[in-house]
């Protein structure tokens, strides 16, 4: 069964990546991509995280 988990955080850390490069040009997406930073980076590790863990023992 497909869970979705790396796709999951390859689109949240895409998603921070553009505001960091939208922050370039523009202040307040430079703003907003520093107020998401920690949500962004912990939802991708959690979903990598769950990822190798589901790997390692199977689903179980």
Not at 12 to 19: E, H, T, V
Not at 36 to 52: E, K, N, Q, V, Y
């Given at each position: 069964?497909?869970?979705?988990?790396?796709?999951?955080?390859?689109?949240?850390?895409?998603?921070?990546?553009?505001?960091?490069?939208?922050?370039?040009?523009?202040?307040?997406?430079?703003?907003?991509?520093?107020f998401?930073?920690?949500?962004?980076?912990?939802?991708?590790?959690?979903?990598?995280?769950?990822?190798?863990i589901?790997?390692?023992f199977?689903?179980?």
């Open positions: 069964m497909k869970t979705y988990k790396r796709e999951f955080a390859i689109i949240i850390a895409l998603f921070w990546a553009g505001f960091c490069v939208w922050g370039v040009y523009d202040a307040q997406a430079l703003r907003v991509a520093e998401i930073t920690w949500p962004c980076l912990a939802l991708a590790a959690s979903a990598f995280g769950l990822d190798a589901a790997k390692q199977g689903g179980r």
